[in-house]
């Protein structure tokens, strides 16, 4: 009889261990997309802006997430990964005058090229010093935008015409600055990223890279080359907050040295921690959370920042794997 | 079987930390399907040796010579996909993923490089299971390996250097903290793996040695005292004084 029990465990471990995302999983997924698609016609149109501004900053947390929350790599840099996407796309409409396509493509290889060389670099350290190194990285980002006001305007920043934010297609044209178009944009971005990141986490790529948070030495004496799958998961995460900053600028218009600055790195993190790291639905319930709160806040005092850290001090008891991670821990263990 | 080449061999290789010699001018060779303990008191350098076989750390100077390529250059990770797999003194399991999680890491490895079978759910539940059933571990597989008691953290550890499907396995203290009705287990495990293939046993439990290595190493201050087949080593006078306490 112990065949036959070593022959059930074998199954019972078939139908557990998948390569890609359960039925139930992708059920989920599927319904939380669908219910951001039916907010586009529902919402108020002050509401409806915001979920826009939430769904493309959604995704640079999700960027975030794969190196800090999967990865379990502590950058504190991630800011200059977006405002290169941001730059990239921005500078190119303002000053060159392409179309959005191109200049979408220019935002991503600024990001994914900057991820290659900086994750390079700053993946010869861990740790505090790994902090240090990616925050350098982002000052020096930082600065260099305020170095070249000439041509970024510095804090101030640029507006990108109205005109120029027309996406093409062979059939039409996509009018950017309209109010439902620019919503469902932004979804389809966040919906492509958020696929890409379901698939990948339960892929054996997203695996290791849960492996080598968890225990890279172990992984190296697997035979795993820690350093090529921690840079692959850098340069992924660059390009995703890339997407993210390129789709800002040519969907609000709007590029300036502010999105560069330090607290561009910290709020990811932020919206990461809140909403659940290594989880793939945290990064959208935290920039979400964050947003609200903020956003209430501070239509009723002036001292919001003093609620917003009451109420982070709250979720960080109630909650200290972020909403997602501790609904997953609690009541849903299959959450992905 | 003279005219084969050995499996490992390493000449004049040394390491220093500093002004320690942890290996001096070691020079070994290991016959492939031999299991060989290295024997020797604390400090003697018997991690640091197969640290340096496996890549963990960096020779001074010398050379590791596996299956005729000269591999002391060779970063660790690709030295283990040659076939040099190696199981922590001190246990390193991933704790928070599950037995069998643990074990497909290692299986999923090898079935990157392994281009006929390939990468499926199907090859990594079946391999996984079966490194796993080998160590007797299978009932065990859906639990978290922080959880599960040292004895079977250890099993879990060789249960992932088998999911290699290593040419040459390193056990680095592998009854350490065991009981002993688990050693004894343990002794019919590594003559399991033993027969298929070549096993260097760093251990200090002498029992374990005896019953299980064909051919001993014994070191001292990094370098060879002696070698040989368990009764010269246990005859030999040198041994005697140095470590088995006459």
């Known amino acids: 009889m112990p065949g036959r029990a070593e022959g059930g465990v074998t199954r019972a471990m078939a139908n557990r261990i998948k390569l890609t995302p359960s039925a139930k999983s992708l059920a989920l997924h599927a319904g939380v997309v669908l219910l951001l698609l039916a907010l586009n016609f529902l919402l108020p149109e002050y509401h409806r802006g915001v979920f826009a501004r939430v769904l493309v900053l959604a995704v640079f947390a999700m960027g975030y997430n794969l190196a800090f929350g999967y990865t379990g790599l502590l950058s504190l840099g991630h800011a200059m990964f977006f405002a290169a996407g941001l730059y990239g796309a921005g500078l190119t409409v303002y000053h060159l005058e392409w179309s959005v396509w191109p200049a979408f493509a220019a935002g991503l290889a600024a990001g994914t090229g900057l991820a290659l060389v900086v994750g390079f670099l700053a993946l ?4 505090v010093a790994f902090m240090i190194v990616t925050l350098m990285f982002a000052q020096v980002f930082y600065l260099t935008t305020l170095y070249f006001t000439t041509y970024t305007r510095g804090e101030e920043g640029l507006v990108l015409p109205q005109s120029s934010r027309v996406l093409a297609f062979p059939g039409g044209a996509l009018n950017l600055s309209d109010p439902s178009t620019r919503y469902l944009v932004a979804l389809t971005l966040f919906t492509l990223v958020l696929t890409v990141i379901l698939f990948l986490v339960r892929a054996p790529f997203g695996r290791s890279l849960v492996a080598i948070r968890e225990n890279d030495e172990r992984m190296r004496m697997l035979g795993y080359n820690v350093f090529a799958n921690k840079l692959a998961s850098v340069v992924l995460s660059g390009l995703f907050c890339a997407a993210s900053g390129a789709a800002y600028a040519v969907l609000f218009g709007y590029v300036g040295s502010g999105f560069a600055a330090i607290q561009y790195s910290i709020l990811p993190l932020l919206w990461v921690l809140v909403g659940g790291a290594a989880t793939t639905l945290g990064p959208l ?6 947003f609200y709160v903020i956003d209430t806040a501070s239509s009723y005092t002036t001292a919001h920042l003093l609620v917003v850290g009451l109420v982070l001090i709250g979720v960080i008891l109630f909650f200290p794997k972020g909403i997602a991670g501790t609904v997953r821990g609690r009541w849903l263990p299959w959450l992905p | 079987m003279a005219a084969v080449t050995p499996l490992l061999v390493t000449r004049d290789l040394c390491r220093t930390f500093g002004g320690l010699r942890a ?3 070691v020079s070994f060779s290991l016959p492939e399907g031999e299991t060989h303990a290295i024997i020797g008191p604390n400090g003697a350098g018997k991690t640091t040796f197969v640290s340096l076989i496996c890549g963990r750390v960096a020779p001074s100077s010398g050379s590791v010579v596996f299956a005729g390529d000269e591999i002391s250059r060779m970063p660790a990770h690709r030295r283990v996909r040659a076939g040099i797999a190696y199981t922590f003194q001190i246990t390193s399991v991933f704790a928070n993923l599950t037995a069998f999680d643990n074990v497909a890491l290692a299986v ?4 990157i490089d392994d281009r006929a079978r ?3 759910a199907r090859a990594l ?5 079966d490194a796993l059933t080998r160590v007797g571990l299978a009932e065990h597989a859906g639990k978290v390996a922080g ?3 040292y004895g079977h953290q250890r099993l879990l550890e060789v249960a992932m250097g088998l999911a290699l499907k290593p040419r040459l396995l390193i056990l680095d203290e592998p009854t350490q903290g065991l009981s002993d009705g688990e050693i ?3 002794i019919a495990l590594v003559r399991q793996i033993g027969a298929e293939a070549t096993v260097l046993l760093i251990e200090h439990n002498m029992d374990v040695v005896m019953a299980l290595a064909e051919r001993i190493t014994v070191m001292e201050q990094g370098r060879i005292l002696a070698q040989g087949t368990p009764d010269e080593i246990r005859a030999d006078n040198a041994v005697q004084q140095a470590y088995l306490g006459g």
Do not use: A, P, Y
């Open chain 2, 125 to 129: 539940t079946e391999q996984g299971m």
């Open chain 2, 118 to 120: 390939g990468l499926s």
């Open chain 2, 23 to 25: 290996v001096d001018q």
């Open chain 2, 108 to 111: 999923q490895r090898r079935l």
């Open chain 2, 184 to 186: 004894d287990n343990f």
């Open chain 2, 147 to 149: 959880n599960l008691s």
């Open chain 1, 285 to 290: 319930i935290g920039t979400l959370f964050m």
């Open chain 1, 124 to 127: 010869r350290t861990t740790g």
